[in-house]
């Protein structure tokens, strides 16, 4: 059984910054694609950030490029999303999700991403 469990969530200030972490289990650590997305109330669920634990290439959202850094503990088999200079348009739930590694191509798409973690909040104040 695929389980992601994801903390790190919280209630911040404009500027803060925030590290989310999502522990995959049931999948080959160092063989998979983990990404972020997130999804704002009344709004489609987007893509952060992903990364292929395999080679450790990354791709970033354009609305984070500069702020949030996607990264992994190949000991910890845990990858992390550090979030930078947040903002309120940032306030959303972060999920995290699991996918092979041809996901890469269209990461950015949810459908594409087979197993999802539960969420964690982040509220962004100014």
């Known amino acids: 059984e695929v389980q992601l469990v994801e903390s790190g969530g919280g209630l911040v200030q404009a500027g803060e910054s925030l590290r989310l972490s999502c522990t995959p289990s049931?999948?080959?650590?160092?063989?998979?694609?983990i990404g972020w997305f997130r999804q704002a109330p009344g709004k489609e669920r987007e893509g952060v950030a992903c990364?292929?634990?395999?080679?450790?290439?990354?791709r970033e959202a354009d609305s984070v490029k500069g702020r949030f850094t996607i990264s992994t503990d190949h000991a910890q088999k845990t990858v992390y999303l550090q979030m930078n200079s947040l903002t309120p348009e940032d306030t959303a739930v972060y999920y995290c999700?699991?996918?092979?590694?041809?996901?890469?191509?269209?990461?950015?798409?949810?459908?594409?991403?087979?197993?999802w973690g539960q969420g964690t909040q982040v509220t962004v104040f100014s």
């Open positions: 999700a699991a996918a092979q590694l041809s996901v890469i191509m269209i990461w950015d798409v949810p459908g594409a991403w087979p197993y």
């Open positions: 049931g999948v080959p650590f160092d063989a998979y694609a």
């Open positions: 990364l292929s634990t395999a080679s450790g290439s990354t």
